[in-house]
């Protein structure tokens, strides 16, 4: 449920690095969750925790940045997608022909404890660059480039200064039409935007200066978008950005159609229309998360059908090793996938239909209906 009081007025944000610092957690829970986080970073501040309803051990906010320990459950792998293959620079993936994926910071404005790139928030990694001149260089160098995605961690972690610059030199490439900022500061802390009218004005200068300047913004339960949340998406909306959101679907936040109809519905209300909601990666720590791909889908399906159009537009995918592949049927004995990007590019657009397995979580789970009725065959043969 979201709020209609007005925006808070300017404030500071205090983070809280550990466990222990947050105040409403017993004695008893701080020792549990201590070893989790010496594993799995933590990161939160009292904003975002002031959204968590503390009579709830369930809540879905709480779920979404407080360890559990069952995440650490020996399961998955820290780098899921095989993200290190598509590394061709420091701090810049090229997995897709005409998109660039950079790095640009290491770390976020708080932690997801689902993340997929929680490697980058382990001490040793250096993925996410600081220097980021060979990201742009070899942007420059690559024509067939016409997207560039900023991510991380959050680029909105980065200064003002040095988030619009690097957008604005992204922008300046000729070839390039299109700059994404990936980024759940918002619903994190809305007040990076609201108390620093300088970012909004920044990006909607480089947007006016030729390129496309997208937020492809995180809200994952529609509680997050509080009135402060509503009014930062506004003032970067009013300086000229774009937006979508994109979101994964997380076990115990947001696994439910009626959560999902109104997040949907809510960003679709505040001109941030669904994009992805992305099936989780099985990445080391996230089993607690997790969610069948076939229980994923119902509830994707579901809510899509009590949306109107924008939203609708939405797709359930996965972003998998090979490629972005969408989930976009599912009957009684097969889940139907299509490649919607794909690494290769005779895979593009490809539809592939697997035999249904309901215990399934990801792609690699599934079996092509073809070879599984080859593999029955010989099976049976064999007996
Ligand atoms: S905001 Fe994105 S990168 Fe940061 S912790 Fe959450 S999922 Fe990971």
């Known amino acids: 449920m979201t709020t209609s009081r ?3 007025p300017r404030r500071r944000v205090r983070y809280l690095r550990s466990v222990e610092q947050v105040p409403q957690l017993s004695d008893r829970e701080i020792h549990r969750l201590r070893q989790v986080e010496q594993t799995y970073a933590f990161r939160a501040n009292d904003y975002y925790l002031g959204l968590i309803d503390w009579n709830d051990p369930d809540d879905p906010i709480r779920r979404l940045v407080i360890p559990d320990t069952q995440e650490m459950a020996d399961w998955g792998r820290l780098d899921a997608s095989n993200e290190a293959d598509n590394t061709v620079a420091p701090g810049v993936q090229h997995k897709y022909r005409d998109t660039a994926l950079i790095l640009a910071a290491p770390t976020c404005a708080a932690y997801c404890r ?3 790139r929680k490697r980058l928030f382990m ?3 250096d993925e996410a660059r600081v220097d980021l001149d060979p990201a742009v260089a070899y942007v420059a160098q690559h024509r067939e480039i016409t997207d560039v995605l900023l991510t991380g961690g959050d680029p909105l972690v980065l200064s003002t200064d040095r988030l619009v610059d690097l957008v604005e030199r992204f922008a300046a490439v000729e070839h390039v039409r299109t700059v994404r900022i990936g980024s759940k500061t918002v619903a994190f802390n809305p007040f ?4 620093d009218p300088a970012l909004a004005a920044g990006l909607g200068r480089a947007a006016r200066g030729g390129a496309a300047v997208y937020l492809m913004a995180h809200f994952d339960h529609p509680r ?3 009135p402060e949340a509503r009014a930062a998406l506004k003032a970067l909306q009013a300086a000229g ?4 959101n994109q979101c994964p679907l997380i076990g115990g936040v947001n696994d439910k159609p009626q959560v999902l109809t109104d997040l949907f519905r809510a960003m679709t209300e505040v001109g941030a229309p669904q994009y992805y909601l992305f099936q989780g990666r099985p990445t080391a720590g996230n089993e607690p998360y997790a969610v069948p791909l076939v229980a994923g889908w119902r509830m994707f ?3 899509r059908r009590r949306c109107s159009g924008l939203s609708r537009r939405a797709r359930f995918a996965m972003s998998h090793e090979s490629g972005k592949i969408e989930v976009t049927g599912v009957d ?3 889940i139907y996938c299509r490649y919607h990007r794909a690494k290769d590019p005779e895979l593009e657009s490809r539809t592939v239909v697997c035999r249904r397995d309901d215990q399934a979580h990801w792609y690699d789970d599934l079996l092509p209906a073809g070879a599984a009725a080859a593999a029955e065959g010989s099976s049976s043969r064999r007996n």
């Open 192 to 195: 990076r935007v609201l108390d």
């Open 114 to 116: 689902y993340c997929f």
């Open 301 to 303: 399906d579901a809510a």
């Open 224 to 226: 997050e978008l509080t």
């Open 6 to 8: 007005p925006p808070n």
């Open 332 to 334: 009684r004995h097969h």
């Open 241 to 244: 950005v774009q937006m979508v």
């Open 123 to 125: 001490s040793e990694n």
